[in-house]
């Protein structure tokens, strides 16, 4: 039986503020991806992060990822797509 679960979730990103101005947009990416594990429980390498959120965090450059953002996470057959919400 295929096992497909649906959760939105807000992601504080303010940790990514504690990284030097040029790794704040990576960092933030990274902390979206761990979040993504930890609450699906799936490994880290088990989650894609779909192009429109990787959009949205680089929107206003490297040193300035926005300090939260909401996220839809669907699970499907041990891996996790993280989109925006429609």
Do not use: C, Q
Request: net charge positive; aromatic share 4%; glycine share 2%.
């Amino acid at each position: 039986m295929a096992e497909e679960l649906e959760r939105i979730y807000t992601i504080n990103l303010s940790r990514a503020l504690s990284v030097p101005r040029k790794k704040r947009a990576p960092r933030a990416l990274r902390l979206i991806r761990e979040f993504a594990a930890r609450h699906m429980k799936v490994e880290a390498e088990d989650v894609k992060i779909e192009p429109e959120v990787n959009e949205a965090i680089w929107k206003r450059g490297i040193e300035k990822p926005p300090r939260r953002i909401t996220v839809k996470m669907v699970k499907e057959e041990g891996m996790v797509r993280v989109s925006l919400p429609e």
